[in-house]
């Protein structure tokens, strides 16, 4: 059983940059593969960005590539999202999620968090 509590969503202008965290309460986190989803007004959740369970493997949409990074510190049970040359479009609720791998979580995640909202400004 993992807890998902996610923190970091704000309003920024475009360009800039925000850093979510997903803190977990849970003993599987360190076996568990992590990932971001979000959703925007009206349409549904996609796939953002996802870390393998040692974090030695990231996977991101190709609307975020080379803008957003992934990273996790087990010791700390926290995976992060870091958020550069944010655009509008970037607006939405931001959800952590876990699963078994990053294949699966893509899919059919285990467990969510609650969303923390990002609101980019033009």
């Known amino acids: 059983q993992l807890q998902l509590v996610e923190s970091g969503g704000g309003l920024v202008q475009a360009g800039g940059s925000l850093r979510l965290s997903c803190a977990a309460s849970?003993?599987?986190?360190?076996?568990?593969?992590m990932g971001w989803f979000r959703q925007a007004p009206g349409k549904e959740r996609e796939f953002v960005a996802g870390?393998?369970?040692?974090?030695?493997?990231?996977y991101y949409a190709d609307s975020v590539g080379g803008r957003f990074t992934i990273s996790r510190d087990n010791a700390k049970q926290t995976v992060y999202l870091q958020m550069n040359s944010l655009k509008p479009e970037d607006t939405a609720v931001y959800y952590c999620?876990?699963?078994?791998?990053?294949?699966?979580?893509?899919?059919?995640?285990?467990?969510w968090g609650q969303g923390t909202q990002v609101t980019v400004s033009s």
């Open positions: 999620a876990a699963g078994a791998t990053v294949v699966k979580l893509r899919t059919t995640p285990n467990y």
């Open positions: 849970g003993r599987t986190f360190g076996s568990s593969a």
């Open positions: 870390i393998s369970w040692g974090g030695g493997s990231t």
